[in-house]
């Protein structure tokens, strides 16, 4: 995609998380396409290597940092190493979502704590680790990938929305109490996205795409400007929220 001067990220670093998410590839790469120097960090390996993937045709050489991203020792070395690597850290990324779906009544303690730690948790401890070297930097950008569940609720999917909403609200709080030091923290809610190309023809042949106000599904080439946007030094004035990126999902509620 064409990226305004203003939007430039060249001698910007970028650390991405993931935990297989479809969107995270893309993510990566529209970083990097903008010209940010991209670190991803987190698992399963062929999570990271869809990441270094992706980025590949923009820069051959990008540092993947396997990490259990609800381990607080983990998340602090991944993001050291990612200053090792490049020697600074200007924009964090968090897309380590877990999707779960089961009824209320048999979701179990184990599976409820697993949902929050991976999707909350672990954007609390990349915040943290990125926050404290970024204040003394005097500046950063760190974008939290939740969903438009975040503010809809969805029946069977209890865990995953309290999660989201989670994200959502701690964007906002760090927004307030990191945008004195210039660390501008935002979110970006996905609506309802595939990862394939779909005619329209045939996206429109399941109801639930004919719901939606777009008549569409969204794919992450959807959120690739937006996510370069709130990562780029233009994106000055702009403190915690999340965008909804969901086709107009919301506005008809």
Known sequence: MPIPPQWDLHRKTALVTTSGHFATPFLAAALAEAGARVAVAGGPQDALDAVRQAV???????????????????????????????????????????????????????EFDQVLNQNLRSVFLFCRAAAEHMTGQGNGRIVNVSSVLAERGVQNMAAYCAS?????????VLGLELSRTDIRVNGIGPGW????????EDQQQELLARFLPSRRYGHPRDLAALLVYLCSDVCGFVAGHTVYVDGGALARL
């Open 56 to 110: 590949s045709i923009h820069d051959s050489d990008i540092p993947v940092f396997p990490a259990d991203v609800t381990d607080p020792s983990s998340v602090n070395r991944a993001v050291q190493q990612t200053l090792e690597a490049h020697g600074r850290l200007d924009i964090l990324v968090n897309n380590c979502q877990l999707v779960a779906a089961k009824p209320f009544l048999e979701t179990t303690l184990e």
């Open 164 to 172: 989201m909403a989670g994200i959502a609200q701690l964007t906002r």
């Open 193 to 200: 996205f595939i990862e394939e190309d779909r005619s329209l």
